[in-house]
């Protein structure tokens, strides 16, 4: 019994993260109609610089989501401006084409700059745990979960309870619907993907304390991802979340109950059972090919 | 639309100069040293993706050898040329490499590349070629089984073999105080598994009883459920089968379960000096044994000269195993080519037939092999001690009498 409780707490702490890593992806998705396969390219960029300013100054690594999630959505919204904007109303390959172009850029760059061997971002807390009993939750998880809920949330509240919010839901609705009534789609798409890479800023400093990372850590963050995604619902920010809890759970649960040999198979095992039962996903809603959106 | 061809195709034009710029690509270079036209070597190396920590440390060591030979006066009095290209650690990858050196580059001669995953297609299209193939890694016993005849290993033993010395000191500790279980978490690759394997089969002779043993993907990032599961079986000694990236992955979720086997012994990533220690904090890495092929003090012939040349041209104080292992395979390479006086391809298969048949002085000690390119000898044994990491068996290549019992993480 204890071992179930401890696999499902690991599993919700660490699905938890998977949330926020995932937001900004279905959020650019419902928004744009825009697969970005660099988005596990952007976590990985933004661990690095959570690397750059603990060295640089110790500051503490979660702490860093203050520098890194203005950095990183600063840089989303010029990428946007330079490259994604003109791939707008272009089949959705054209946006898998592009973004893994940028996904292999970023890598190289990040080779350049860091060298291309293994970082690891060890605050005080890094391999500490709270014990509750025979149960144990390790604190980086703990407080990663937490931040994670924290911005999970604020981003929800900028979605449901703001003007700009209602222009993103809006603008992901129906684009023609929203422009005719005021809505700057193609400004409010900027900011959707300059939203959704700092979202990728803020998860990208939490993976900084979790994880070892290297440039080429990103191909392993986009598959689990893309399939947190599928199973959620494409577009769907809950769909997403629910989605993240689900898939860690399932991988705790896998390693602990099958092994971990089939762990990282999880995800892709997700990606077939959805698309075959259900292609929408969880929370998502099927897309009209007969009247896309341009 | 044609805009936005244009915008992709330039984009991939891009990536494609980044993936193959700055110090991670082709990489061509001679140091003046002999006269005539120098000798071209080539190798392919996994200087970016999850191998580019050893990747980049073989790379240095090759340099070290290329610059310690052109100082020297060369190889056969011409000077040394590398060819290196990156792999990206891929498999794929790696067997076009090694094509591209062969028919494009036209390298007069040959050197491995890192871990057992790349040699084995690697050493492949050598063989196909009919070219001598000297690997610094690649331990697998699966590579020299398949009766290849231009490929050898210039480490001391093969994997199954690596943690031998290891298993026989615990198989053989006083009956209280040998552990009684194991648990064996272990990385899916050709390296790691016959490694844990071989100490298996020693430590379940002597009566110790495996109470785990399970295997991950080289794509695994999440280890807590691993460490989690390793620890509900409460083993006495822990083998942890591992490379660099995910051997720090589960010694950091081994401290957040908190769980202290008793033995720890892993693979690979401990003999990486800073990095490992940096990886896991300084602290935890106390009483972690592992294998290693070289000792940075050894008083083994060239040894000092390579580690002083190697601080000189790339700084810091601990050599990396892998660079000295890459040096090492330079030096059997050399020592062929200077008693058989050619480097022709058709003359080869008699530099192949000359390492059969004799004994090479290397920094790693005398190497030798047998028939089908596997060595014959003993690995080294470090256990990392306050934290400096030491060679601790066989005796007489310690550099400490102390032995830590055990493992002891947290300062």
């Given at each position: 019994?204890?071992?179930?409780?401890?696999?499902?707490?690991?599993?919700?702490?660490?699905?938890?993260?998977?949330?926020?890593?995932?937001?900004?992806?279905?959020?650019?998705?419902?928004?744009?109609?825009?697969?970005?396969?660099?988005?596990?390219?952007?976590?990985?960029?933004?661990?690095?610089?959570?690397?750059?300013?603990?060295?640089?100054?110790?500051?503490?690594?979660?702490?860093?989501?203050?520098?890194?999630?203005?950095?990183?959505?600063?840089?989303?919204?010029?990428?946007?401006?330079?490259?994604?904007?003109?791939?707008?109303?272009?089949?959705?390959?054209?946006?898998?084409?592009?973004?893994?172009?940028?996904?292999?850029?970023?890598?190289?760059?990040?080779?350049?700059?860091?060298?291309?061997?293994?970082?690891?971002?060890?605050?005080?807390?890094?391999?500490?745990?709270y014990t509750i009993g025979d149960l144990f939750l390790?604190?980086?998880?703990?407080?990663?979960?937490?931040?994670?809920?924290?911005?999970?949330?604020?981003?929800?509240?900028?979605?449901?309870?703001?003007?700009?919010?209602?222009?993103?839901?809006?603008?992901?609705?129906?684009?023609?619907?929203?422009?005719?009534?005021?809505?700057?789609?193609?400004?409010?798409?900027?900011?959707?993907?300059?939203?959704?890479?700092?979202?990728?800023?803020?998860?990208?400093?939490?993976?900084?304390?979790?994880?070892?990372?290297?440039?080429?850590?990103?191909?392993?963050?986009?598959?689990?991802?893309?399939?947190?995604?599928?199973?959620?619902?494409?577009?769907?920010?809950?769909?997403?979340?629910?989605?993240?809890?689900?898939?860690?759970?399932a991988e705790a649960a896998t390693v602990t109950y099958?092994?971990?040999?089939?762990?990282?198979?999880?995800?892709?095992?997700?990606?077939?059972?959805?698309?075959?039962?259900?292609?929408?996903?969880?929370?998502?809603?099927?897309?009209?090919?007969?009247?896309?959106?341009? | 639309?044609?805009?936005?061809?244009?915008?992709?195709?330039?984009?991939?034009?891009?990536?494609?100069?980044?993936?193959?710029?700055?110090?991670?690509?082709?990489?061509?270079?001679?140091?003046?040293?002999?006269?005539?036209?120098?000798?071209?070597?080539?190798?392919?190396?996994?200087?970016?993706?999850?191998?580019?920590?050893?990747?980049?440390?073989?790379?240095?060591?090759?340099?070290?050898?290329?610059?310690?030979?052109?100082?020297?006066?060369?190889?056969?009095?011409?000077?040394?040329?590398?060819?290196?290209?990156?792999?990206?650690?891929?498999?794929?990858?790696?067997?076009?490499?090694?094509?591209?050196?062969?028919?494009?580059?036209?390298?007069?001669?040959?050197?491995?590349?890192?871990?057992?995953?790349?040699?084995?297609?690697?050493?492949?299209?050598?063989?196909?070629?009919?070219?001598?193939?000297?690997?610094?890694?690649?331990?697998?016993?699966?590579?020299?089984?398949?009766?290849?005849?231009?490929?050898?290993?210039?480490?001391?033993?093969?994997?199954?073999?690596?943690?031998?010395?290891?298993?026989?000191?615990?198989?053989?500790?006083?009956?209280?105080?040998?552990?009684?279980?194991?648990?064996?978490?272990?990385?899916?690759?050709?390296?790691?598994?016959?490694?844990?394997?071989?100490?298996?089969?020693?430590?379940?002779?002597?009566?110790?009883?495996?109470?785990?043993?399970?295997?991950?993907?080289?794509?695994?990032?999440?280890?807590?459920?691993?460490?989690?599961?390793?620890?509900?079986?409460?083993?006495?000694?822990?083998?942890?089968?591992?490379?660099?990236?995910?051997?720090?992955?589960?010694?950091?979720?081994?401290?957040?379960?908190?769980?202290?086997?008793?033995?720890?012994?892993?693979?690979?990533?401990?003999?990486?000096?800073?990095?490992?220690?940096?990886?896991?904090?300084?602290?935890?890495?106390?009483?972690?044994?592992?294998?290693?092929?070289?000792?940075?003090?050894?008083?083994?012939?060239?040894?000092?000269?390579?580690?002083?040349?190697?601080?000189?041209?790339?700084?810091?104080?601990?050599?990396?195993?892998?660079?000295?292992?890459?040096?090492?395979?330079?030096?059997?390479?050399?020592?062929?080519?200077?008693?058989?006086?050619?480097?022709?391809?058709?003359?080869?298969?008699?530099?192949?037939?000359?390492?059969?048949?004799?004994?090479?002085?290397?920094?790693?000690?005398?190497?030798?092999?047998?028939?089908?390119?596997?060595?014959?000898?003993?690995?080294?044994?470090?256990?990392?001690?306050?934290?400096?990491?030491?060679?601790?068996?066989?005796?007489?290549?310690?550099?400490?009498?102390?032995?830590?019992?055990?493992?002891?993480?947290?300062?």
């Open positions: 019994m204890t071992q179930l409780v401890q696999t499902l707490i690991l599993g919700l702490l660490v699905g938890g993260v998977y949330a926020l890593l995932a937001s900004g992806l279905t959020l650019i998705f419902g928004v744009m109609r825009v697969i970005n396969i660099a988005h596990g390219a952007f976590l990985i960029l933004a661990a690095f610089l959570t690397y750059s300013i603990w060295t640089a100054i110790e500051l503490d690594p979660l702490a860093s989501v203050v520098f890194t999630t203005p950095v990183m959505f600063a840089f989303g919204w010029i990428l946007y401006l330079a490259t994604v904007r003109r791939i707008r109303g272009a089949h959705m390959s054209s946006s898998v084409l592009l973004t893994f172009a940028i996904a292999l850029v970023l890598e190289g760059v990040m080779g350049f700059v860091w060298g291309n061997t293994s970082h690891s971002v060890r605050p005080d807390y890094f391999n500490e745990s390790p604190k980086a998880q703990v407080y990663g979960f937490a931040l994670a809920a924290i911005v999970l949330g604020s981003l929800y509240l900028i979605l449901t309870r703001t003007w700009l919010g209602r222009a993103i839901r809006a603008s992901a609705f129906n684009p023609q619907g929203a422009a005719l009534v005021g809505v700057n789609v193609s400004a409010v798409s900027a900011l959707t993907f300059a939203i959704g890479v700092g979202a990728a800023g803020a998860g990208g400093s939490i993976v900084a304390v979790l994880y070892p990372f290297l440039p080429g850590s990103h191909y392993q963050w986009i598959a689990r991802l893309l399939s947190i995604v599928v199973l959620g619902g494409l577009g769907s920010l809950p769909g997403a979340a629910i989605g993240a809890l689900i898939l860690g759970i099958i092994s971990p040999a089939w762990a990282t198979a999880v995800p892709y095992v997700v990606i077939f059972v959805v698309l075959l039962v259900r292609p929408q996903g969880l929370m998502g809603t099927r897309l009209r090919e007969d009247v896309a959106a341009a | 639309m044609l805009r936005v061809r244009w915008l992709v195709a330039a984009f991939m034009v891009i990536a494609l100069v980044a993936a193959g710029c700055g110090d991670d690509g082709e990489d061509s270079a001679s140091q003046d040293g002999g006269g005539g036209e120098p000798i071209k070597i080539g190798a392919s190396l996994p200087l970016t993706g999850e191998f580019s920590e050893p990747g980049k440390a073989a790379k240095e060591g090759y340099e070290v050898w290329q610059a310690m030979v052109n100082d020297a006066g060369g190889l056969l009095g011409r000077d040394v040329e590398l060819v290196i290209k990156d792999d990206a650690s891929n498999q794929n990858t790696v067997v076009s490499d090694y094509n591209a050196l062969i028919s494009g580059d036209k390298v007069d001669l040959l050197l491995g590349t890192f871990s057992s995953l790349l040699n084995l297609p690697a050493s492949a299209v050598a063989e196909r070629n009919k070219m001598l193939y000297v690997e610094p890694a690649g331990g697998n016993p699966d590579i020299f089984n398949r009766g290849f005849k231009t490929v050898f290993f210039a480490q001391q033993a093969t994997a199954d073999h690596q943690g031998d010395v290891w298993a026989n000191y615990i198989a053989e500790l006083p009956e209280g105080q040998r552990p009684k279980t194991a648990a064996y978490p272990t990385l899916d690759d050709p390296f790691t598994t016959p490694t844990s394997e071989g100490i298996e089969a020693i430590l379940k002779e002597a009566g110790i009883e495996t109470v785990y043993r399970e295997t991950y993907t080289a794509d695994t990032t999440n280890f807590d459920s691993i460490a989690n599961a390793v620890k509900s079986k409460k083993p006495d000694l822990v083998v942890a089968g591992t490379q660099f990236e995910d051997g720090i992955g589960i010694m950091r979720a081994l401290r957040k379960v908190d769980f202290t086997p008793e033995w720890l012994y892993q693979t690979n990533a401990p003999s990486f000096g800073d990095q490992y220690a940096d990886g896991i904090g300084a602290e935890n890495t106390e009483g972690v044994f592992y294998a290693v092929s070289h000792s940075q003090e050894a008083e083994t012939p060239g040894n000092p000269e390579f580690v002083a040349k190697y601080q000189e041209m790339f700084g810091g104080e601990t050599v990396p195993e892998d660079a000295a292992d890459a040096y090492a395979a330079g030096e059997v390479l050399q020592a062929t080519v200077e008693a058989n006086k050619t480097i022709e391809r058709a003359d080869q298969l008699k530099l192949a037939d000359w390492l059969r048949q004799n004994e090479v002085e290397t920094i790693l000690g005398p190497l030798s092999w047998n028939e089908n390119g596997s060595p014959k000898g003993e690995f080294l044994i470090g256990q990392w001690q306050s934290g400096k990491a030491e060679i601790v068996l066989p005796e007489e290549a310690a550099t400490t009498d102390a032995i830590i019992e055990g493992y002891k993480p947290g300062g």
